[in-house]
């Protein structure tokens, strides 16, 4: 009897310790910033991002910064314009290279602002 007594006080502290764990614990929150956005850019003009990675990142919508939104949507855009998926499969870059062109403006545009954000920030 003691024994079965003390196998269930176990397990109730072994599983209350999970429900509060659980409940006391925060939603893991993903949040895109203007460096993963230029850190992907770099990694598709060089050919060494894959499709898995270009859509975990491209495909999520940016809630925070409208204007992130906006720069992803034209890389999707892009995507949809000048990309192929199974280009990466022959071996050949995502984008042809009227893309790769755009995707670099593209890049650019998001350093200078980037850059721009960061100067204002550190001024106040």
């Known amino acids: 009897m003691?024994?079965?007594?003390?196998?269930?006080?176990?397990?109730?502290?072994?599983?209350?310790?999970?429900?509060?764990?659980?409940?006391?614990?925060?939603?893991?929150?993903?949040?895109?910033?203007?460096?993963?956005?230029?850190?992907?850019?770099d990694k598709a003009l060089e050919d060494r991002v894959d499709e898995g990675e270009w859509n975990?990142?491209?495909?999520?919508?940016?809630?925070?910064?409208?204007?992130?939104?906006s720069i992803r949507r034209r890389a999707r855009q892009l995507m949809e314009e000048h990309g192929r998926h199974w280009r990466k499969a022959q071996g050949r870059p995502l984008l042809d290279s009227t893309g790769r062109e755009e995707l670099a403006a593209l890049r650019r545009h998001l350093a200078a602002h980037a850059d721009l954000q960061e100067r204002k920030r550190n001024e106040s």
């Open 2 to 41: 003691a024994l079965s007594l003390l196998v269930f006080a176990v397990c109730l502290l072994i599983f209350g310790g999970m429900i509060a764990i659980l409940l006391l614990s925060g939603t893991p929150r993903y949040r895109t910033e203007p460096h993963h956005l230029l850190a992907l850019f």
């Open 56 to 69: 975990a990142i491209i495909d999520y919508p940016i809630r925070h910064d409208d204007y992130l939104d």
